[in-house]
């Protein structure tokens, strides 16, 4: 048995937790995880670059350090009564590879959604699943009523003194293995993993900078930092679902507050260009959240113009779904400004095409899409292979148009990058009073059902495109047939229906190509 902070007690001192750190039981069941270098990566970057292997744990992912800490520092009754977390992801195997070794009743609620590959794996390391509700917040909403019921200790994935600690644990091997670092980068969802390393590092050599890394479309670290206290996200992006985290905790915000050297937020195609970063170098295939902390340490190196520094980075988790590589495989080159997705209006006339190619100077055309439309001019949707990243891209949009070619650079149009470059040629045969709509669509029974009876029975349904990629979630692009007066009864349907959407009848991509 440890020596444990109260549970309620939070405002611990740093001295306090770096004894927690320094005596936390984790290697009872936890790996000292290699810090790897990364060669490739530290020659295209001009500094040296190792990447903590978090992946290389026994469930894959650092969550067992704070787990195992917890339910471990826990008295004998509490053991006795048993624990019980709310989880679809890495904590919940941490938490259920803790109970069996300690032999105690370890319970995880999951929602009903949660894919059968988490589910099975929660189970073969001695978890007890309860599958409960349509997310997460009904799955711990579920967890908290079972505690209160049976006398279960609640374990929380991040914001506890004995969790923080434990991630902590992370930290204290990277000194011992590099004592010579100038930066470590951390991801952040609910910030335990941030606050653990951060505590650790100003106690022992605070002239370490440590940096935390957030998706743009999930940063509830940023927000709070603005807002000077945790504030609740009115939405995230499921594409990173391991950072994916509504609200920052309040212990863990007090500590990154106080310890943290800075921040840095990324985008999807940035995750997904490190995951490739990270296979290329290890052969390791991370999770996107575990990939998060490299993306952010390409992204700040190159606009604070870092050399030869000795960079970290923890690669957090590899439970990935291996057909979301799907989706990773097709956005990696645009986070690396390797290619350009561009809009293109050409004449229509023989010969117009091989025109084009002579003008963007014999570069490699990685994608062409195009259909009939009239006899003068055509839309073509085009991507191209670059060497010099946005410059290059910019210096072939100035020949394009030089050349009397109009065009738009889609490259960071979402829309266009995930479903209309797969509906080129789509235009309707009669005009429509159209309005388009994306949709992030939750994947449990019912899901379609629930949006065509909400929205479906009520307007015609003008065009529709689903992509999913192995995720827990679907996207969806769907077209409707409005007229200025349905939009406020539209509008209220679609609260109802309660999914997360946006408006995107003025996308420039859905004008070229679809409308």
């Excluded at 998706?215 to 990173?240: H, I, N, R, T, Y």
């Excluded at 113009?305 to 779904?321: E, F, R």
């Excluded at 400004?337 to 100077?361: N, Y």
Aim: proline share 4%; aromatic share 8%; glycine share 8%.
């Amino acid at each position: 048995m440890t020596d444990s902070f109260p549970v309620k007690n939070l405002n611990q001192s740093g001295a306090d937790y770096l004894r927690q750190i320094l005596r936390a039981p984790v290697y009872e069941v936890a790996n000292v995880t290699p810090l790897q270098d990364m060669p490739r990566l530290s020659a295209r970057l001009n500094n040296n670059v190792q990447i903590k292997r978090e992946d290389r744990q026994p469930v894959h992912s650092f969550k067992l350090r704070g787990a195992y800490n917890m339910v471990a520092s826990l008295s004998k009754e509490q053991q006795a009564a048993g624990v019980i977390a709310a989880s679809a992801g890495n904590h919940a195997q941490g938490m259920a590879l803790s109970g069996t070794k300690l032999d105690i009743k370890t319970i995880i609620v999951m929602p009903k959604t949660t894919p059968d590959i988490k589910v099975d794996a929660v189970r073969s390391f001695g978890g007890n699943v309860i599958l409960h509700g349509n997310n997460f917040d009904e799955a711990k909403a579920e967890a908290e009523r079972l505690s209160d019921c049976h006398g279960y200790t609640f374990v929380p994935p991040f914001d506890h003194p004995l969790v923080i600690a434990g991630q902590g644990t992370i930290g204290m091997e990277m000194l011992q293995q590099n004592g010579h670092l100038d930066y470590i980068f951390v991801p952040v969802g609910g910030g335990g993993l941030a606050a653990g390393i951060a505590v650790l590092i100003k106690q022992l050599m605070p002239e370490i900078k440590v940096i935390a890394v957030e998706p743009e479309d999930s940063a509830c670290l940023k927000a709070a930092l603005d807002a000077g206290e945790p504030v609740v996200l009115d939405q995230v992006s499921m594409f990173a679902d391991g950072v994916a985290v509504k609200r920052i905790g309040e212990e863990t915000f007090r500590l990154c507050q106080k310890y943290l050297d800075g921040h840095i937020t990324v985008s999807s195609d940035e995750i997904c260009a490190a995951v490739k970063d990270i296979f290329e170098d290890t052969r390791a295939i991370a999770e996107p959240s575990g990939a998060l902390a490299l993306a952010g340490l390409k992204k700040y190196t190159e606009q604070h113009q870092l050399q030869d520094k000795n960079l970290s980075t923890v690669l957090s988790g590899a439970n990935t779904n291996f057909h979301g590589l799907r989706y990773v495989s097709e956005r990696c080159e645009l986070g690396e400004k390797r290619e350009g997705l561009l809009a293109v209006t050409i004449p229509e006339r023989q010969g117009a095409f091989f025109d084009f190619c002579h003008l963007i100077g014999g570069r490699a055309v990685t994608e062409f899409n195009y259909r009939y439309n009239d006899d003068q001019l055509a839309n073509i949707f085009v991507g191209v292979r670059l060497q010099g990243g946005q410059e290059e891209l910019e210096h072939i949009i100035h020949d394009l148009r030089n050349g009397g070619y109009p065009v738009v650079d889609l490259s960071e149009d979402e829309m266009a990058k995930l479903h209309v470059r797969y509906m080129i040629g789509g235009k309707p045969s009669k005009p429509l009073k159209e309005r388009l709509y994306s949709f992030e669509f939750p994947e449990y029974p019912g899901a379609l059902l629930k949006f065509l009876s909400t929205l479906g029975t009520h307007w015609n349904i003008s065009l529709f495109n689903y992509r999913n990629h192995g995720a827990d979630y679907g996207r969806v692009l769907c077209g409707f047939e409005l007229n200025e007066s349905d939009l406020a009864q539209f509008s209220a349907h679609l609260r109802e229906l309660g999914y997360q959407c946006k408006d995107e009848t003025d996308n420039l991509s859905y004008q070229f190509f679809l409308s």
